[in-house]
């Protein structure tokens, strides 16, 4: 993995400790935002314990921050991204048709408002 932090002041151990909780998300469910906060949920996809290749998003934490700090984390976010394109992490082609998914259901939403 790349190492590409926000190069802030740090002055904690050079490693997590050994019983640091790891967070797996397979993406964001939704976002709100109001009175300089903004709360997101993460989901993940879990299988069907009954083993039948089936999955359903489950959404299992929420992630509440200030809106500046949301906002500086979405530019950390897309400079990964770049420096992610330029390293052949994903590809132009990933990106767009990510983009194109969230076009499809921003556009569906807005079919389906009253």
């Known amino acids: 993995m790349a190492n590409e932090g926000q190069n802030l002041p740090y002055s904690g151990p050079d490693y997590l400790p050994i019983n640091s909780p790891v967070i797996y998300a397979d993406g964001v469910w939704s976002l709100a935002h109001g009175n300089g906060q903004a709360k997101f949920y ?15 998003p489950q959404v299992f ?4 921050m200030p809106v500046a700090g949301f906002v500086a984390t979405a530019e950390f976010f897309k400079r990964q991204v770049t420096a992610m394109l330029k390293s052949n992490a994903v590809t132009q082609a990933q990106i767009d048709a990510i983009a194109a998914a969230f076009d499809t259901q921003e556009a569906a939403a807005a079919q389906n408002k009253p």
Request: aromatic share 6%; charged share 20%.
């Open 42 to 56: 993460l989901f993940r996809l879990d299988p069907n314990i009954r083993s039948d290749n089936t999955s359903q």
């Open 61 to 64: 934490a929420q992630i509440v």
